[in-house]
């Protein structure tokens, strides 16, 4: 019988996070395959627990995915854990289940600490709809390109990035949706030295600019108000004779439509009354 693949979830700063499931799982998993053996065998010791490990990052991926592949077909069950959070969440670790997904094996994933989600949650912004961007781009026209992308964008964006290009990157997201939109900047999650600072984007560049920037960064900013269609006069009578239909005074109908299609109340009111302008 085929083996699993499951995806571990790690503490991204406070090693409490690791949740029983997880450690659990790590501790029944025939191997594990590692971003950095280092960095989880201080997981391992911390859970008293010793498995044999293998590495799987982005400079081996290509040859040690299908390895890991051969072994789970081979009836072997893997746990798969990143330096910090969850696999496959803006690192390799999605290829190696894209990977087996083609091949038909089964993977597991087991829920627990993830950066994009802490941010979110705590940063203040609207969470009903949102875009992860994960990094942007190094290569600066493809940087610009994605930018622009977002130039419209409602839903609150989350970008993952390093300390040593958070100038650069909150001067691109200046340029693109000004200074005046609120953001939060989220550094050092569940860490000792956390801090969520809620403030606008001309804010943190001022901030960061002052003070060099340490520690990792999840940066999320909130969408572009939605835009009124402005002076769309035919969608604000047909819409002011439906809310009449649906019983609505004139007058609050003629206010509502007016809000939502940018048009005068007052016009829309002597339009339906025949009043003159
Ligand atoms: N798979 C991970 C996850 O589930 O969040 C993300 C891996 S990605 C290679 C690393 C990036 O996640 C960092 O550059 C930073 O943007 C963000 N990150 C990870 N830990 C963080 C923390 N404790 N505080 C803020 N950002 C963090």
């Given at each position: 019988?085929?083996?699993?693949?499951?995806?571990?979830?790690?503490?991204?700063?406070?090693?409490?996070?690791?949740?029983?499931?997880?450690?659990?799982?790590?501790?029944?998993?025939?191997?594990?395959?590692?971003?950095?053996?280092?960095?989880?065998?201080?997981?391992?010791?911390?859970?008293?627990?010793?498995?044999?490990?293998?590495?799987?990052?982005?400079?081996?991926?290509?040859?040690?995915?299908?390895?890991?592949?051969?072994?789970?077909?081979?009836?072997?069950?893997?746990?798969?854990?990143?330096?910090?959070?969850?696999?496959?969440?803006?690192?390799?670790?999605?290829?190696?289940?894209?990977?087996?997904?083609?091949?038909?094996?089964?993977?597991?994933?087991?829920?627990?600490?993830?950066?994009?989600?802490?941010?979110?949650?705590?940063?203040?912004?609207?969470?009903?709809?949102?875009?992860?961007?994960?990094?942007?781009?190094?290569?600066?026209?493809?940087?610009?390109?994605?930018?622009?992308?977002?130039?419209?964008?409602?839903?609150?964006?989350?970008?993952?990035?390093?300390?040593?290009?958070?100038?650069?990157?909150?001067?691109?997201?200046?340029?693109?949706?000004?200074?005046?939109?609120?953001?939060?900047?989220?550094?050092?999650?569940?860490?000792?030295?956390?801090?969520?600072?809620?403030?606008?984007?001309?804010?943190?560049?001022?901030?960061?600019?002052?003070?060099?920037?340490?520690?990792?960064?999840?940066?999320?900013?909130?969408?572009?108000?939605?835009?009124?269609?402005?002076?769309?006069?035919?969608?604000?009578?047909?819409?002011?004779?439906?809310?009449?239909?649906?019983?609505?005074?004139?007058?609050?109908?003629?206010a509502q439509a007016a809000q939502e299609f940018g048009v005068k109340k007052r016009w829309i009111y002597n339009q339906i009354t025949g009043k003159e302008d």
């Amino acid at each position: 019988m085929a083996g699993k693949l499951y995806l571990v979830p790690t503490p991204i700063g406070n090693l409490g996070d690791i949740s029983r499931r997880a450690a659990e799982t790590l501790e029944a998993a025939d191997f594990i395959a590692a971003e950095d053996t280092r960095v989880t065998m201080k997981l391992l010791n911390h859970l008293k627990l010793k498995k044999p490990m293998v590495t799987y990052h982005r400079h081996n991926c290509d040859t040690a995915g299908p390895a890991i592949l051969r072994r789970l077909e081979a009836g072997e069950t893997c746990a798969l854990v990143t330096d910090a959070g969850t696999p496959a969440i803006s690192d390799p670790g999605e290829d190696l289940v894209a990977l087996c997904a083609a091949n038909g094996t089964e993977v597991e994933a087991i829920p627990g600490p993830c950066a994009l989600t802490v941010a979110l949650s705590v940063s203040g912004l609207p969470t009903g709809r949102f875009t992860f961007e994960g990094f942007l781009p190094l290569n600066k026209k493809n940087r610009r390109a994605q930018l622009e992308s977002l130039a419209a964008e409602e839903r609150t964006m989350i970008f993952y990035e390093a300390p040593h290009k958070l100038r650069s990157t909150l001067n691109d997201l200046a340029d693109t949706f000004g200074p005046e939109r609120p953001m939060a900047v989220c550094r050092e999650l569940t860490k000792l030295h956390e801090q969520v600072l809620r403030l606008t984007i001309g804010e943190a560049q001022a901030r960061y600019f002052a003070q060099e920037p340490r520690g990792e960064f999840v940066l999320v900013v909130a969408g572009r108000p939605p835009q009124k269609e402005e002076g769309d006069e035919t969608g604000a009578l047909s819409r002011a004779e439906q809310l009449r239909q649906e019983g609505v005074p004139l007058k609050q109908a003629a206010a509502q439509a007016a809000q939502e299609f940018g048009v005068k109340k007052r016009w829309i009111y002597n339009q339906i009354t025949g009043k003159e302008d």
